[in-house]
C-alpha cells in the first residue's frame, strides 16, 4: 500500500496499487479498513468515476473541452 499524507502529517488516504504501471485497484479513506472505494477507469486508463463500498458512486468525471486550470475547483 502506498500512503497520502496531509501536510501535518495525518494519514489521508491508502492506495492499493495493481499489476502493471499506472494499475490503480483501490484505496481506502481515512485511517480505517471500512472505507474502501474503487476507481473507475474508462478505455484509455482515465479515472472516469470513484464508486463507495456499496457500489455507488462517490464522484463521476466528465470529459470537458476546456483546460482545467484550477484543479482546486474540481476538488470533491
Not at 11 to 24: E, Q, S
Not at 35 to 51: F, Y
Amino acid at each position: 500500500m502506498i500512503g497520502e499524507y496531509s501536510g501535518t502529517g495525518a494519514l489521508l488516504r491508502r492506495h492499493v496499487p495493481g499489476v502493471g504501471m499506472d494499475a490503480h485497484i483501490a484505496f481506502y479513506e481515512g485511517t480505517g479498513t471500512t472505507d474502501r472505494r474503487w476507481p473507475l477507469s474508462d478505455e484509455r486508463g482515465s479515472i472516469i468515476a470513484i464508486t463507495l463500498p456499496d457500489g455507488t458512486p462517490a464522484s463521476i468525471n466528465t470529459p470537458t473541452s476546456l483546460p482545467v486550470t484550477n484543479m482546486a475547483s474540481r476538488a470533491a
